[in-house]
């Protein structure tokens, strides 16, 4: 026999998860069915032990369903605005160009048109920059925090998802961004030339990497790689704040600052 219960549906006495706002009904006969075990029989649940850990099961399965649905939505309006704030940068940057160009020949309208809408595209920038890091702190909170929203937030466009750059190894996320120069290098290593593999990608603009000198910065980049595959796994899967991953970090750039 067939149940609709108010936390999933039975199949022969096989749980099977649905939806959690499915009514208390009989699949046979659209009767209400009470969810008191004594009430429904004992032919559905071996005993009361039975019943409530079959009922702490499927609401932790329904929790995990709907949370790694919302980080889902919200990990593709991150990339969606990382994408947008690049081409607000690159049309900038453009029109910057252009401007200049014109100002050196005369001062007229145009130039004021042309700065005008820099000035309009720099107040778009900063308000999808002030989004991401609002989203970003919400979905994931470690990374941010190591890294700063902006830089958290290209890493998870780079990887293309929240659950695809949790399962990255480190060594990926280490030169994620930097792909083609490793491809190059590799090639030309393969036909016996010189050639110099990318230390780090996307995480080079970190100050704990940048500020650090040329022969420690392939160190830094991987000790900070590392903590992010894991502060990332504790995004994911928790969402709980874990301060020992950022101070960890802070004390690995102070040994190599030395």
Not at 8 to 29: M, R, S, T, Y
Not at 37 to 47: A, I, K, N, P, T
Not at 166 to 183: C, D, R, T
Request: overall charge positive; some cysteine.
């Amino acid at each position: 026999m067939n149940w609709n219960l108010w936390f999933g549906k039975l199949e022969d006495n096989k749980l099977n998860v649905v939806d959690f706002h499915i009514a208390f009904q009989n699949a046979q006969n659209d009767s209400p069915l009470p969810f008191n075990l004594f009430e429904v029989g004992r032919s559905l649940f071996r005993d009361d032990r039975d019943y409530y850990k079959t009922l702490r099961k499927i609401a932790i399965k329904i929790c995990e369903e709907r949370v790694e649905k919302e980080l889902k939505r919200e990990d593709r309006y991150v990339v969606a605005l990382v994408k947008a704030l690049e081409e607000i940068e690159e049309s900038k940057n453009l029109l910057s160009e252009k401007l200049d160009d014109i100002r050196g020949i005369v001062e007229n309208e145009l130039t004021k048109a042309f700065d005008d809408r820099i000035k309009y595209l720099d107040e778009m920038g900063k308000m999808i920059e002030n989004e991401i890091e609002r989203v970003m702190t919400k979905i994931a909170p470690n990374i941010t925090e190591l890294l700063g929203a902006k830089i958290a937030a290209k890493l998870l466009e780079r990887a293309g998802s929240f659950e695809k750059l949790v399962k990255l190894p480190a060594s990926k996320i280490q030169i994620m961004g930097a792909e083609k120069s490793l491809y190059k290098a590799l090639s030309r290593i393969k036909k016996g030339q010189k050639a110099k593999v990318p230390k780090h990608g996307i995480i080079f603009v970190h100050p704990y990497i940048r500020q650090l000198p040329k022969s420690k910065r392939g160190k830094m980049a991987r000790f900070l790689a590392a903590k992010i595959a894991i502060a990332a796994k504790i995004d994911y899967f928790r969402g709980e704040l874990n301060e020992s991953i950022l101070e960890a970090v802070r004390k690995r750039y102070e040994e190599l600052s030395r």
